[in-house]
Nanobody, 122 residues
Framework: QVQLVESGGGLVQAGGSLRLSCAAF????????MGWFRQAPGKEERDMVA???????????NYADSVRGRFTISRDNDRNTIDLQMDSLKPEDTGLYYC????????????WGQGTQVTVSS
């Protein structure tokens, strides 16, 4: 069983920065791919924001086009934490941010956190 706990959300003005953190609890998490997803206001789907692979795949990162160059995902495999540094925030970045994890090469993310709210004012 895996548990994910997000923190770091809040209210920030456009152009500002926030850092989200996800604490992961479980076994062998260093091999898993970790990701941050966003659910925008009024939408049901959760869109990929950034992902980072585990040790077997060398920590490869991937970003949504809308955040590339502004957001940075990182992980600490010793502490089992995954961070998302968000800079130059825009109002369209507003949403509920979820941390999620999946085993390597799996299509589906099997475990999700409860989410942390990020609100960017204009």
């Amino acid at each position: 069983q895996v548990q994910l706990v997000e923190s770091g959300g809040g209210l920030v003005q456009a152009g500002g920065s926030l850092r989200l953190s996800c604490a992961a609890f479980g076994n062998n998490l260093k091999i898993n791919t970790m990701g941050w997803f966003r659910q925008a206001p009024g939408k049901e789907e959760r869109d990929m924001v950034a992902t980072i692979t585990g040790v077997p795949l060398n920590g490869h990162t991937n970003y949504a086009d809308s955040v590339r160059g502004r957001f940075t995902i990182s992980r600490d495999n010793d502490r089992n934490t995954i961070d998302l540094q968000m800079d130059s925030l825009k109002p369209e970045d507003t949403g509920l941010y979820y941390c999620a994890t999946k085993i390597p090469f799996s299509i589906r993310y099997d475990y999700w956190g409860q989410g942390t709210q990020v609100t960017v004012s204009s």
